[in-house]
């Protein structure tokens, strides 16, 4: 009923910039914090940006000057803009929404639902 989907991956070089979207689809009252994950093979997936639905944000370390976390409320979209573009980017970029308000029936049966993610975009940086 509620579904999150990614786009804007892609392959581009070091020092290039991408801009990835995450839009949530469905009878939507209101998104929680949304947020970007990464992951490589063998890896642990691991937060890139948050942001709450009152726009404070939060990075990784390792991206902090270089990508934007924003989201359009009324569109129920997340975008992550990302600037200088390191090698060590290259990963499949994940969005997540923590908690969303939706309406399973009626519009007077509103209900939580928890934990929710895209199903990946792929983003390389070559060197």
């Known amino acids: 009923q509620v579904q999150l989907v990614e786009s804007g991956g892609g392959l581009v070089q070091a020092g290039g910039s991408l801009r990835l979207s995450c839009a949530a689809s469905g009878r939507i009252a209101s998104i929680n914090s949304m947020g970007w994950y990464r992951q490589n093979p063998g890896n642990q997936r691991e937060l890139v940006a948050a942001i709450t639905s009152a726009g404070s944000t939060n990075y990784a370390d390792s991206v902090k000057g270089r990508f934007t976390i924003t989201r359009d409320n009324a569109k129920n979209t997340v975008y992550l803009q990302m600037n200088i573009l390191k090698p060590e980017d290259t990963a499949v970029y994940y969005c997540?929404?923590?908690?969303?308000?939706?309406?399973?029936?009626?519009?007077?049966?509103?209900?939580?639902?928890?934990?929710?993610w895209g199903q990946g975009t792929q983003v390389t940086i070559s060197s």
């Open positions: 997540n929404a923590d908690r969303i308000l939706y309406y399973r029936g009626t519009y007077s049966d509103p209900t939580w639902g928890y934990d929710y």
